[in-house]
């Protein structure tokens, strides 16, 4: 170890050194898989039709379904999938439009209308539920699977549904199929939707055959494919739910691969399964105070990859002359957390919450969501809402990082009185580092405290960054100007003088304006902190403003926003208390010689 080294300085440029790391693989790992994600979301909207549709996926236990119509590995166009396979129920609310295909009875044709592809107001509706055959087909069917040994016919994926009643799903309008079986069981299936994104989905069978008949309810989602991006190191995509009463989602499309099985089931009460992308989810609900076996899985269906998330509910005994109902949900839309929050109180659902994956540091990421939203609904712009949510962070640690900068500004006085010590015993690190301790002991100076703004700035950045990342409120939400998005990268260029310059420039050279602010209030927070004696970490600290401009330019700009206010109140902050303890306030800058005679330094400085 060099002794000549604060420990504090050390702590510090190790805490830049893992944000460092962090902001790497953002730049060279997250930021193009996003860019591609959200390329491939724009293609797959753009394919939409204006019409409805779907396709089904095997009860637990069924073999696989490989319809005669299409080749193994076959994909086929959405529009072209809605226009064939039968008869389908549209249903229409305030949030979502789609259609139920009656053969099969399967939800599996769904669009979002309050999401686009883009900012654009006129792109493309987001398309999340698609039939079978499809590209990345997503749907969900719910059924009733027999006994072993049981000759019972049950309908289907290939059964034809009659509609009973209802012409059109809406929030007013519940519609009812039917299907008789021919053997004296007839099945009836309400469907009901409210107004956002949950289905109520009541299955009854009456038995009107001579013996009493055993039946087992189950719901599965499935998806055929894995989604055209790469997978986010920061959340969690593919298959999820809760089950056994804890959150299970070691199940992203690669770890099912990896599973011997090909499979991992768990009994649980209460809970749900799913299939989760960044911003969607389709989510299917059992009854929470029974018992159900849940269930994910992949498996080789047709030339292709099917990812499942079922349960299956406990055996139901219906006599002669009887009847048995149950009533499932599903919730196929975005993840919006008012709404999640909602339903889990509303129906009882037990830890729905924990759809939204609030990561690590969730305690402070959850509230910091929650005091943003607030803030936003009273001003409107979340980009507001995150430097007013600065200044509040700032007041709340103001005691604390106050004792800091009074340290740092300490440390700022005594550096002639270090410097003379470093000289006088640079022969000798003990009675070096021993003069040092002394010296800061005497002037009642902790180098340690200077590494408190870092230390508490870490998990909210940490944390904010997962909230601009996982919350669908944060998705295209503007601030002002050019941010029109700030859960992306600020757009503009300093090498194209800001879009000045007409050409356009690749990715990785999209250093925008929010960056360069942020690179410069840092250059100049560093500059009013005591320089580091070792020579090595003091050319590191001139390194850290221009690489991480350029590396933060890459990260959603309501990221930098917040950046850089938190600098320009550090700053701020510093000034009054080196004022105040009468410390020189320099910034150690190196005049240029090629700009001629340095100016004279400004009275009061």
């Known amino acids: 170890m060099n002794n ?15 944000l460092a790391v962090m902001v790497g693989w953002q730049y060279f790992f997250v930021a193009p898989q996003v860019e591609a994600q959200r390329k491939a979301a724009a293609e797959r ?16 236990g069924a073999p696989p379904l490989s319809p005669a119509t299409l080749t193994p590995g076959q994909t086929i166009p959405l529009e072209t999938a809605l226009k064939t396979g039968g008869e389908r129920v549209a249903f229409d609310n305030p949030k979502v439009d789609g259609s139920i295909r009656l053969t099969g009875a399967q939800i599996d044709y769904l669009r979002l209308k309050d999401y686009r592809a883009t900012v654009d107001p006129k792109s493309a509706e987001i398309v999340f539920l698609t039939p079978h055959g499809t590209d990345i087909a997503t749907f969900a069917e719910i059924g009733w699977t027999r006994a072993p040994g049981s000759a019972t016919v049950l309908p289907d994926s290939k059964t034809v549904w009659t509609l009973e009643s209802g012409a059109k799903l809406t929030p007013e309008t519940p519609v009812t199929l039917a299907w008789d079986n021919g053997q004296g069981l007839i099945f009836k299936r309400r469907i009901a939707l409210d107004e956002n994104y949950m289905f109520t989905i009541t299955d009854t069978v009456e038995n009107r055959a001579g013996a009493p008949v055993t039946l087992y309810p189950y719901a599965v989602v499935a998806r055929e494919g894995e989604p055209k991006h790469a997978a986010n190191w920061i959340l969690h995509e593919g298959l999820f739910g809760v089950l056994g009463g804890r959150l299970q989602d070691a199940t992203t499309y690669a770890e099912m691969r990896d599973y011997e099985a090909k499979e991992l089931k768990l009994d649980s009460t209460g809970g749900w399964v799913g299939i989760t992308d960044h911003y969607w989810m389709a989510t299917l609900i059992p009854p929470q105070n029974e018992q159900f076996a849940g269930r994910f899985s992949l ?6 990859e099917v990812f499942r998330a079922d349960y299956l509910l406990a055996a139901r005994n219906i006599p002669a002359g009887g009847a048995v109902t149950v009533t499932h949900n599903l919730y196929a839309g975005a993840k919006v957390v008012s709404l999640i929050e909602g339903y889990q109180e509303k129906l009882g659902i037990f830890r729905f919450d924990m759809t939204i994956d609030w990561g690590w540091f969730s305690i402070i990421t959850y509230w910091m969501f929650k005091g943003l939203d607030a803030i936003n609904h009273l001003v409107g712009n979340f980009g507001v809402a995150i430097i007013l949510l600065t200044i509040f962070i700032k007041f709340l640690f103001f005691p604390l990082a106050n004792r800091s900068y009074e340290s740092m500004a300490k440390m700022k006085k005594v550096q002639p009185q270090m410097k003379e010590i470093q000289e006088r015993f640079k022969e000798d690190r003990m009675k070096q580092q021993q003069e040092l301790a002394a010296l800061f002991k005497r002037e009642k100076v902790n180098p340690m405290m200077g590494c408190l703004p870092i230390l508490i700035q870490i998990p909210v950045f940490f944390s904010l960054y997962k909230v601009l990342f996982v919350t669908i409120e944060m998705r295209h939400a503007p601030f002002f100007g050019w941010i029109q998005d700030l859960a992306v990268a600020d757009p503009t260029s300093i090498f194209n003088l800001f879009g000045l310059l007409p050409y356009a420039l690749p990715t990785w050279l999209h250093v925008g304006v929010w960056p360069v602010l942020m690179g410069i209030t840092m250059w100049l927070q560093t500059k009013m902190n005591p320089p580091a004696t070792d020579p090595v970490q003091q050319q590191m600290m001139v390194m850290m403003p221009p690489v991480f401009t350029y ?7 309501g990221l930098v926003i917040y950046w850089t206010a938190n600098n320009v109140l550090s700053i701020l902050q510093q000034y009054v208390i080196m004022r105040r303890m009468k410390v020189p306030i320099e910034f150690n800058f190196k005049w240029p010689s090629w700009l001629g005679k340095k100016p004279d330094k400004a009275p009061g400085a």
Do not use: E, R
Not at 45 to 59: C, F, L, R
Not at 551 to 557: D, H, K, T, V
């Open 299 to 304: 498996s080789p269906d047709n030339g292709k």
């Open 551 to 557: 590396l933060m330019a890459q990260f959603p700009a």
């Open 4 to 18: 000549s080294k604060p420990d504090g300085v050390n702590l510090i440029a190790a805490m830049l050194l893992c």
């Open 45 to 60: 909207a753009a394919q939409q039709p204006t019409a409805p549709t779907p396709t089904a996926p095997t009860a637990p």
